[in-house]
């Protein structure tokens, strides 16, 4: 069955960022890309990361693949366009496919008033 464009409306649960296809950006891709529920598609300029519900941007972890500090700046230069809640903070970047899960980091009120 085809899907016309705007014909699904429910959400997909799904999250993801595009790198730049560098030798940074190919390493932090084969990490996130080794997670459960990550799917990595390969362009020849750049690399898809698309996750299920959550991805999780740990820069420690990414700090010990590369063997070189990796942080928030290095992640805002090697990643272009993302889809869902993205949020930054000092240890990790995180994406999320519902407003919901990412709550409270990003002051979204959950209570029905």
């Known amino acids: 069955m085809t899907m016309q464009f705007g014909s699904q409306t429910e959400s997909s649960n799904k999250c993801g960022v595009t790198l730049m296809n560098t ?3 190919r390493v932090v891709a084969d990490v996130m890309g080794a997670k459960e529920g990550v799917e990595l598609t390969e362009y020849p300029s750049m690399i898809r ?19 070189e500090e ?6 805002e230069e090697i990643s272009s ?23 409270e980091y990003i002051g979204f009120d959950l209570t029905i008033k």
């Open 23 to 25: 030798p940074t950006g």
């Open 49 to 67: 990361v698309d996750g299920e519900r959550l991805l999780d941007f740990n820069y420690d972890e990414l700090t010990e693949a590369l063997g």
């Open 81 to 103: 366009t993302h889809y869902g809640r993205m949020v930054h903070l000092d240890d990790k970047t995180m994406l999320f496919a519902s407003p919901e899960d990412a709550a």
């Open 70 to 75: 990796f942080d928030g700046s290095i992640f």
